[in-house]
């Protein structure tokens, strides 16, 4: 299973960039940067992990790897490869604005007492 805190690194096709924390806990996935949080789901398909992630502005500048948005939501398939993995894909409902992500896993989860 790949559940556990990630360091993300992404780009668009905007050359725009950023970095961010995301937590993948049992099908579900949240994290953030200094001015966005993520929220969304994934499922694993053999060796590959297709997401749905909505990004939302939550504080400072509008300055998303998109220009200055509010919110939009991604769609994103790629391919694990321990430690991490490499996702790609687009905004919902425009195709023409792409990102490529690289995650690291950096720490597993706490257990439930």
Known sequence: MIDGLYA????SNLGMAGTGVVIFDGGRLHGGDASYFYKGKFRLDDNRIIATVDVVHYAGQLNSVF??????RLTL???????GFSLSGQVKGSPNLTINIEVRKISDLV???
């Not at 398939?77 to 430690?83: E, H, K, L």
């Open 8 to 11: 993300a690194s992404f780009g």
């Open 67 to 72: 220009g200055p948005a509010r919110q939009f």
């Open 77 to 83: 398939n790629g391919v694990i490869n321990p430690p």
């Open 111 to 113: 257990e439930q007492d």
